[in-house]
């Protein structure tokens, strides 16, 4: 997956209201993290500190896995069969 596509997937997979976003692993309490790209790599990053997440999940790499969020769906499924518990 190129990183156009990656961030635009992070970017909805964070407005969608249906799931719980990536959030600050310093305080949870900050803002949802946000994206952006750095040589060549896309990372997750806290607005409110300095918090930055530089491994985006497997479910989200995968092409397979394309979460519409008009959609109905039981999200806790979908990362079950991604491997989550």
């Not at 997956?1 to 600050?24: A, S, Y």
């Not at 997750?44 to 109905?72: A, H, W």
Request: charged content about 30%.
């Amino acid at each position: 997956m190129d990183n156009k596509r990656l961030i635009e997937r992070l970017m909805t997979w964070q407005r969608n209201d249906r799931v719980h976003p990536f959030t600050c692993g310093n305080d949870s309490s900050h803002a949802i993290l946000d994206v952006f790209e750095e040589d060549g790599k896309v990372k997750l990053f806290c607005p409110d500190c300095d918090y930055v997440q530089n491994n985006i999940p497997q479910f989200m790499l995968d092409e397979e896995n394309i979460f519409d969020p008009l959609m109905e769906y039981d999200i806790m499924e979908v990362l079950r069969k991604n491997g989550f518990k």
